[in-house]
T-cell receptor
């Protein structure tokens, strides 16, 4: 069965700082990868996803993530964070093909200080 | 287009009581998922419906949990009798296709068992 590790549980940054949130997954086969975000008081929503092709994927609000197969990683990055990026971020993985459940990590709380 | 709606948003019950959570998926979405997040931990898969059929219920904790999706529309998740460890946020999500595509989440139902 697949699993996801998010090593940063709580990250505090000042506005304009660069962000990188770590995500590693465990699964022996081909996977689809996701980052979801939950802003305060809102529902979880998709930030970006990787299915195949270019390992560098771009999402909404200036976020991007890079799939490095050899490292089983899918780290989330943003060059310059804003106060409005304060939220909880979840990495998720599902094996490719057919129906397979989506497995989430424990989440990383990002707090951006103005 | 209406999103995924969940009711109630927050429920406080005593140990031994019964609670029923409801989820209305996005219209036309055949796939409906229930997830649960216990404080600080991962968002854990409970089960998946395709229309009215249970595709995967491998994440259901025990037989105190009963999920139904009559007519392939809304779903209910009943906990009877509730235990302290059932406390958490129960998320519902729906998707038009299989799990490889985006999951649309509701805002969650927070359950507190005293």
């Amino acid at each position: 069965a697949q699993s996801v590790s998010q090593h940063n549980h709580h990250v505090i940054l000042s506005e304009a700082a660069s962000l990188e949130l770590g995500c590693n997954y465990s699964y022996g086969g081909t996977v689809n990868l996701f980052w979801y975000v939950q802003y305060p008081g809102q529902h979880l929503q998709l930030l970006l996803k990787y299915f195949s092709g270019d390992p560098l994927v771009k999402g909404i609000k200036g976020f991007e993530a890079e799939f490095i197969k050899s490292k089983f990683s899918f780290n989330l990055r943003k060059p310059s964070v804003q106060w409005s990026d304060t939220a909880e971020y979840f990495c998720a993985v599902t094996p490719s093909g057919g129906y397979q459940k989506v497995t989430f990590g424990t989440g990383t709380k990002l707090q951006v200080i103005p | 287009e209406a999103g995924v709606t969940q009711f109630p948003s927050h429920s406080v019950i005593e140990k031994g009581q019964t609670v029923t959570l409801r989820c209305d998926p996005i219209s036309g979405h055949d796939n409906l998922y229930w997830y649960r997040r216990v404080m600080g931990k991962e968002i854990k898969f409970l089960l998946h419906f395709v229309k009215e059929s249970k595709q995967d219920e491998s994440g259901m904790p025990n037989n105190r949990f009963l999920a139904e999706r009559t007519g392939g529309t809304y779903s209910t998740l009943k906990v009877q009798p509730a235990e302290l460890e059932d406390s958490g946020v129960y998320f519902c999500a729906s998707s038009q296709q299989l799990a490889q595509t985006e999951l649309f989440f509701g805002e969650g139902s927070r359950l507190t068992v005293l």
